[in-house]
């Protein structure tokens, strides 16, 4: 299994990037997906989270600015930020609770990370 996040990139505060993380592989099922970020010098931390129903959870930082969606279909999560600040700046890690098989058991997988970049 592979997750591969995309979309990172450099704007100037106030602008809006999407990122998104794709599942790929020998998948049964993926529950909660995740996004984190570790800004340099700094501890990971959650940004936000939404389950395989859709339940969705935020950092206080985040919470009116960032939106998370997935699409079960596609084995993918969405990140919508927007009203971005510099103190966003980081590398954004996509995570997932991946079932391999029907009775097997969960795994945690992480993506490579994609670097986002706010300038004032």
């Known amino acids: 299994v592979q997750l591969q996040a995309s979309g990172g990139g450099s704007v100037q505060a106030g602008g809006s990037l999407r990122l998104s993380c794709a599942a790929s592989?020998?998948?049964?099922?993926?529950?909660?997906m995740t996004w984190y970020r570790q800004a340099l010098g700094k501890q990971r931390e959650l940004v936000t989270s939404?389950?395989?129903?859709?339940?969705?959870n935020y950092a206080d930082s985040v919470k009116g600015r960032f939106t998370i969606s997935r699409d079960n279909a596609k084995n993918t999560a969405y990140l919508q930020m927007n009203s971005l600040k510099p103190e966003d700046t980081g590398v954004y890690y996509c995570?997932?609770?991946?079932?391999?098989?029907?009775?097997?058991?969960?795994?945690?997988?992480w993506g490579q990370g994609t670097q986002v970049t706010v300038s004032s």
């Open positions: 592989g020998s998948i049964f099922s993926i529950g909660t």
């Open positions: 995570n997932a609770d991946v079932q391999l098989r029907r009775y097997g058991n969960r795994y945690d997988f």
């Open positions: 939404i389950t395989s129903g859709g339940s969705t």
